[in-house]
């Protein structure tokens, strides 16, 4: 027979790791604006049993999609040295053409690779099609030009290019994609057009992008909470488990 004592040790042990647990939920609501409903009221409920921790983690991961994919445009554009604004601006102008957002972030990080390649001497036939292109890489103060920039002069270079010739040249450089060669061959002025008409459409600004940041911290800290927490309950119900098998 199990002593009372061990049984208030178990119970003891399962409630601190649901303390923190709870504690990790308000520290979530303080950084997520992402539902109207409060996460940790939602969790809280959910925690009148401990043995709703696999429903709670699931409503966790949906609420926090919109701060994740924030969160990861915002990684995709500092290490391309672009904002994130301007990134979600050309990607939704991509998108509104019946292209894909997503491929329209990877284009640009594969340009930026190759211009980085280039700095380096690793891409001597990139070079030479920037060359062909009469697009420089630096500004007129020695600044390296954002790719955001460049995918702008592209556009006015292969504007009256036939699609075959776009598509080698583009192709040269790490761009490829269908929709973004297309709305290139549209000219520098066209493309410009679409990145201002996205300009006002819930564009990512760098206050999202540091609470994003912020929450997808404090959501690793939470799963952690979470893991914690069943892994007790669990080691806590064993024993018992144990003298019910062995009735």
């Known amino acids: 027979e199990a002593s009372t004592g061990g049984a208030e040790d178990d119970i003891n ?3 601190g790791s649901a303390d923190n647990l709870e504690r990790s939920l308000d520290e979530v609501d303080s950084t997520s604006q992402a539902a ?15 043995l709703s921790l696999g429903a709670l983690s699931a409503v966790l ?8 994919a924030i969160a990861d445009l915002a990684t995709s ?6 904002s994130a604004a301007s990134v979600d601006i050309f ?3 991509i998108e509104s053409i019946g292209g894909s957002s997503e491929s329209a972030i990877s284009e640009l990080q594969s340009l930026s690779s190759t211009v980085t390649g280039i700095f380096r001497g ?35 270079s292969v504007k009256n290019m036939s699609g075959p010739m776009a598509q080698f040249h583009l192709g040269n450089i790490g761009i490829s994609d269908p929709k973004i060669i297309e709305a290139m061959m549209r ?17 990512v600004t760098k206050e999202q992008a540091e609470r994003a940041r912020q929450y997808q911290e404090s959501m690793g800290r939470l799963q952690t909470e979470i893991s914690r927490a069943g892994s007790s309950l669990k080691d806590a119900l064993t024993p018992y488990a144990i003298q019910f098998l062995d009735v």
């Open 13 to 15: 042990r399962v409630k």
């Open 36 to 50: 109207a409903t409060g996460i940790s009221s939602m969790a809280k409920a959910a925690l009148g049993s401990l």
């Open 61 to 68: 991961a949906g609420v926090g999609s919109r701060q994740n």
């Open 77 to 82: 554009a500092r290490l391309m040295g672009e």
């Open 91 to 93: 990607s939704k102008a």
């Open 122 to 156: 690793a891409n001597t036939e990139a070079a030479q099609t920037f060359g062909f292109l009469g697009v420089q890489l630096r500004n007129a103060d020695g600044s390296v030009k954002g790719t955001t920039q460049l995918m702008l002069e592209l556009a006015d």
């Open 187 to 203: 000219g520098r002025a066209e493309l410009q057009r679409l990145m201002d008409a996205q300009k006002d459409n819930n564009i």
